[in-house]
């Protein structure tokens, strides 16, 4: 047996060993608890919880979450990601700035996340190509403009949004209960303003985006930026680029699977040119429309990578949209009897809403100027409303062959749209009779 250790000597009856263990323990326990608290209250250590509306591409505290995604495939809302079903074309690489940010490696989760979100959030140019799952759709300049401000100033006390003359202080915003999703160049303008003369329903002025470009803002963005409403009253928004975003169908049913769709159809061929006129407005240096429209003008093969062909192709959006809402939730409003008999059209997008028919002929005034109607308050002697100016522009002059060649490209896409909407919208009669 060894002699015991003098005082001050580590392991000896004069030692303060123990008492200095334990406090040492103390600290490391005090100093691990104090880690743990700073991770959850959103700290950068390792298996720090992460708030959702710190992650790019997830909703906020709310919204509805998707399920995870299994290893190697995108995450919802990334770009090439495809609805469940839905036809599956090669992403194109985003052009502009996005384009020469070089692609991320082998990094972290959070690493892949941010790069994903910057690539979202870049801003594209006017006229800028992009690709969704159902194909390449070029970005409307105009619709291109929507900023944050503006949709903030929509949403607000005396901005754009509302119904009826005023929009008041007063009441709760609300998620829309009815949403206006296509089509581009379509009459959807025309339709929304028609429908804000409804004192029931109120409405944002600007297009949001919010399910094709802004999802990764969540919910609780998207609800800021509507008008306030009152028990009783409709809320509602247009974004005509919804109709043709692969994504959408699934992430409106997700907010809400009773929401009520309208989309405003219009001859596809006439649609085209329309969608055509309006970006050479914009860029005048782009080719003729003869050029865009074909992949070989010889053999006679349209090219419907075109944005303004493919939106067209109806019958196909239209697939994805019945994977989730019934033919029942949504109602088809022809862009043609919305010029032509724009009572008779509203009365139907009415009934739809469960709105008493307040919007009638005398809300209308036909101008021949502009070729299409315009509002006016039956009660009020003031001129009436018109659209602005980047509507009703006129065509440029197309061939005429090229014009039979798209017709007959369609003619069976638009048979079969006939078929699933149980409505013919007699666009070949309306050929026939040119």
């Not at 403009?145 to 509302?162: F, K, N, V």
């Not at 440029?396 to 060649?405: A, F, Q």
Request: net charge positive.
């Amino acid at each position: 047996m060894s002699p015991p250790a003098p005082p001050g000597v580590p392991g000896g009856r004069g030692s303060k060993g123990p008492p200095a263990r334990k406090l040492l323990c103390m600290c490391s326990l005090s100093l691990c608890l104090t880690y743990l608290c700073y991770s959850l209250m959103g700290g950068t250590g390792p298996g720090a919880l992460r708030s959702p509306a710190a992650l790019p591409g997830t909703a906020a505290p709310g919204a509805p979450r998707s399920p995870a995604a299994p290893p190697g495939s995108a995450a919802p809302g990334a770009p090439g990601t495809a609805a469940p079903g839905a036809p599956r074309s090669a992403p194109s690489p985003p052009s502009g700035p996005a384009a020469a940010a070089p692609a991320p490696s082998r990094a972290s989760n959070s690493s892949r996340e941010e790069a994903a979100g910057a690539w979202l959030r870049t801003p594209l140019a006017p006229g800028e190509v992009i690709t969704a799952q159902s194909g390449a759709f070029e970005r409307d300049p105009q619709e291109s403009s929507t900023t944050d401000e503006e949709l903030s100033r929509a949403g607000s006390p005396g901005g754009r949004g509302g119904g009826g003359s005023t929009t008041p202080d007063y009441g709760e915003k609300r998620l829309p209960q009815a949403l206006i999703i296509g089509v581009k160049k379509g009459g959807t303008r025309a339709l929304l303003e028609a429908i804000r003369a409804h004192p029931d329903v109120r409405a944002v002025g600007t297009e949001p985006h919010f399910f094709d470009r802004n999802y990764e803002k969540g919910l609780e963005w998207y609800r800021s930026v509507m008008p306030k409403t009152l028990e009783g009253q409709i809320t509602m928004e247009k974004t005509p680029s919804y109709f043709v975003t692969n994504e959408a169908p699934k992430r409106i049913h997700s907010m809400a699977k009773d929401t009520k769709l309208i989309v405003v159809v219009r001859n596809p061929v006439t649609r085209a040119i329309s969608d055509y006129t309006q970006t050479l407005s914009k860029k005048p240096e782009i080719p003729t429309f003869e050029v865009l429209a074909f992949k070989n003008r010889t053999l006679g093969l349209i090219d419907a990578s075109w944005s303004a062909i493919r939106i067209g192709i109806y019958a196909l959006h239209l697939e994805n949209w019945l994977q989730y809402f019934p033919l029942s939730q949504i109602l088809f409003v022809s862009g043609e009897r919305l010029i032509t008999d724009p009572a008779g059209e509203m009365a139907k997008v009415q009934d739809f809403l469960g709105l008493k028919r307040i919007v009638t002929e005398k809300h209308f005034y036909f101008n021949k100027t502009k070729g299409f109607p315009c509002l006016k308050k039956p009660e009020d002697s003031s001129a009436p409303r018109c659209l602005g100016k980047s509507k009703g522009r006129t065509h440029p002059k197309i061939d005429p062959d090229v014009i039979h060649r798209l017709r007959k490209f369609y003619k069976p896409f638009n048979v079969m749209f006939y078929q699933m909407t149980g409505q013919d919208f007699e666009w070949e009669q309306e050929e026939s009779d040119k």
